[in-house]
């Protein structure tokens, strides 16, 4: 990663970063690999901007949920497994309501 982007390895050092460093605003892109069979089918990217530094947290699949947030997967009528804005856009709200932050989500395919 460039100076500027930070991975973070895990769902609680995130959350402890959000604690740390109480950003107005989080936000999240689902990136949907439904059709690649070399790719994983869903991926959760959280992003913490803070202090001219991207905090990048990256959860990917375990069987039908995210490995560490537990957030489920839906399968669509194909069978192709995908995660839904709405139920992860809750899901954070809940995580971090403590921090009233502004969860917003940027969609990519």
Do not use: C
């Not at 936000?27 to 905090?55: A, T």
């Not at 959860?59 to 839904?84: A, M, S, V």
């Amino acid at each position: 990663m460039s100076d500027g982007n930070v991975r973070v390895k895990s769902w609680e050092e995130f959350k402890n970063l959000v604690s740390e460093k109480k950003p107005n605003a989080i936000v999240f892109i689902l990136e949907q690999n439904g059709f690649s069979p070399n790719k994983e089918p869903s991926v959760l990217k959280i992003i913490l901007p803070h202090d001219r530094r991207y905090y990048l947290y990256f959860d990917f699949p375990k069987g039908e949920t995210l490995r560490e947030t537990k957030i489920p997967l839906r399968k669509d009528k194909r069978g192709i497994p995908y995660l839904e804005d709405d139920e992860v856009k809750a899901f954070l709200k809940k995580q971090f309501e403590k921090e009233k932050l502004e969860i917003s989500s940027f969609w990519t395919s």
